[in-house]
Each structure stands twice: as structure tokens, then as C-alpha cells.
């Protein structure tokens, strides 16, 4: 299995009902049926072409391309589970479910990165060296990055509680400066959708070892319970009183707490 790759050992459902296959040379355009295909019952001539609801496919290779500002879709070249030749490429939208938590690959320090650049680390207001990161896909379907360092024990935590019939789903992972820097200048000035955020250079997911869990509903919800439970295990600990969903990567103080009966600092 790999850790930074996990797309390529997973098996996915299709559980869109309009999962259009996409043009290879460019994804953001639709394949059509043309005259003289062998049309699948149902299709027509113009119609678009499109993965059945429910087909358990693996995929080969993927695509990332923004779409927006912030925002970025995953595209996938798929073929079936059961083995043949590939379909084609489509939105990993379309497995809608069971693309979250799966991981895109690694992105190493670019040679000569500074400070304030997209791997930096940073603690307490201080620059603390380069990371490499996981990209990672969110409740949301958007894609998050963490620390390469806790992707395994955050992949195993999370295998667990599915096998408990817990969901998992990330919110939140590493910030880059510049990304707290607008999450704190939006917070500052008052900005609708912006939480209280930290100073840039002093949150603790800009250091890697945050993670930001849906825990809908907090204290009581199934996915709390589960990780006040069980976290602590995969040395996962929750830090900050107020924050029922962030939880830390600290090894040492997870086993201090879980000796002691308890799941937080
Ligand atoms: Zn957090």
C-alpha cells in the first residue's frame, strides 16, 4: 500500500449517475458518442459518453487542475476493477465518498525554498525548516496536505474507526504562511466565513502535526466519541479546550494521556 499514493491500491465506486468521461487533452471537456461507435443501450449519437452508476473502477493515473481561486478537481484515468482496458478520465467527483481521505502524492521542498514559501514549517513564530507534504482529499473533496510524517498514523486511525462504521473526514491540515496570513487577516477584519485564526507563523497547522476532524455536533457526536476513545492510540491527542475538532499528532503526550484515562492536553 502506499502512503503517499493511496489511489492507486484502492478500489472505487462510481456513485454518480452522470459520471462523464472527460476529453484526455482537455479534462474539462466531455466525451461525446459519434457515428459509427457501438452504442450502449440508452446512448445516442451526441450524447454524452459516461461511466455506469455503481462500476467499481481503479485508477492509473491522476490530474490536478484548478478550478477557481481555491479550489481544484482531481481527474482520474480509470478502468475497470475487474481488469481491461481504461475507460478513460473522469472527476474523481464522481466517487463522491470514497475519494476522501485518499492520498495524491508527496510535494518536496522546491530546492532553495524559503521561509514563507509552500513547505515551510513554522513554531511559535519561528521558522522552523522544510517539510514534505501529502496531498490528501477533505470532507469536502477539496484537497488538504499534511506532514508526510503523520499520514501513516493518520491513515491507520482512520481505517480503524471505518472499521468501527466511523467516518473520518478531514477538514483542515497544513497551512502555508501565506495561507494562515489570509485566514488571519480575514478573522481580524471581521470578514464574513473567518473564523478566529492564529497569527501567521504561530498556528499549530503550520507545523504539520494539525488536523482539523468533522466531528458534527462535537462532545456526544459518534465521531468524538470514537476519538476520545481511540485516538490517543495512533498518538493523536486533542490540544486547545475550546476545539473539539483539532487534534495533534504528539506521540508522547498521547500515551501520557491514555495512561491516564484521558484524551486531551
Ligand atoms: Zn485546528
Redesign the pocket.
Known sequence: MSISESFLDTIFTVTDPDARLRKPGALFEFETWRAGDALPAGAAVGGFKTIPKNSKVKVEQIKIEPSGSQSKIVFALVAPAAGGAALGWTSTRNFSGSFRNVTLGKIAPAPGAGQFGPNAAWKGGAYQGQITLVQIVDRTLEIEYLSEAIVEPYQKMVAAAAADGIAILLN?GFRTYANQKYLYEGYVAGRPGFNKAAKPGSSN?QHGI?L?IDTAGGLGSPTYDWLAKHATRFGFIRTVPS?A??WEHRPAAAATARAAGKHQL
Open positions: 483542515s497547522h494539525a482539523d476545539e475538532w483539532h
